[in-house]
């Protein structure tokens, strides 16, 4: 549902009317000179990733930015607090709950430089194409509403401007770079959550940035090739890391990861297993137990986990849009 507009018109209950903004989450500080702006999933609302903020000697660097506005607000605010200027955006995947605020961060501070894998230019021209025809279509006819068809409107209007998601840097290789004086270690995982994710390891707090290799309620299969994620997750794994921000949800230390990871190929198995689907997401509530806080989070993730299960079956076990 992240980013698959698609997906969210079949998930999304009768979104309510639209009402005031939301407020952004407050920063909260990870490891030393690391702030994590949490994303949301609201109800009838598309979600935002996380945001991790890296306070670097020549200014700040912002990994992922959101889809809101509020969201973006929230960085925007972080920095003039801060008094320091926006150096770098990093996005760690192409989906619109990631790069929406890329935008909005180029309008403040010009001179920035985004850094991303080249898999968006692929998006740009396919998947993020064809979704804003669907979108568009389903908006005039009427079948969606509130604050749903607010945020697809925001959608195209990001997919308007598109060309604030393509990187200034392009990133197709692990490698390390120095950014705002800070030197990152940067791993390209390939045909993973999409056709070519970027995750981080910082040594200076043994910390872990995934993107949406990790997120809860339940993985986001919507453009997987779960093969590749998988390798993905065992290079995570082989890190020193004590701490891993996911896409979406809370820190996870890394006796959380391995559970995560765990229920994650345990899903995976019974996805390309004989299983009914239901069996699959009671797996995945059952082994993910400890990171579903309650009936809410538990039904959310019986839905989207039950959905995936029949979208890998359709498409010979990954998502349609795995490029591999
Ligand atoms: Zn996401």
Known sequence: MVTSLLLAFTLAAAAPASEPQPRPAPPQEVARNVYLLPGGILPGRQPDGNTVIFAAPHGLVVVDTGRHTWHSDGILAFARERNEPIAAILNTHWHLDHTSGNRRLRENFPELRVYASSAIDRAIGGFLAASAERAREFLESGRITGTLAEDVQGDLATMDASDTLRPDIVIDGSLRPRIAGKRFDVRLARHAATDGDLWLYDRATQLVVTGDLVTLPAPFL???????????????????????IPGHGPALTRAQFASYRNAFEAFLDCAGGDAE???CAAGWVRDAAEFLPDDAARTDATNRTTYYVGMLRQNNGTSAHCAS
């Open 222 to 244: 919507d453009t997987a090739c779960p093969e590749g994620w998988r390798t993905a997750m065992a290079d995570i794994w082989a890190t020193p890391f004590r701490l891993a």
């Open 277 to 279: 689907a239901s069996e």
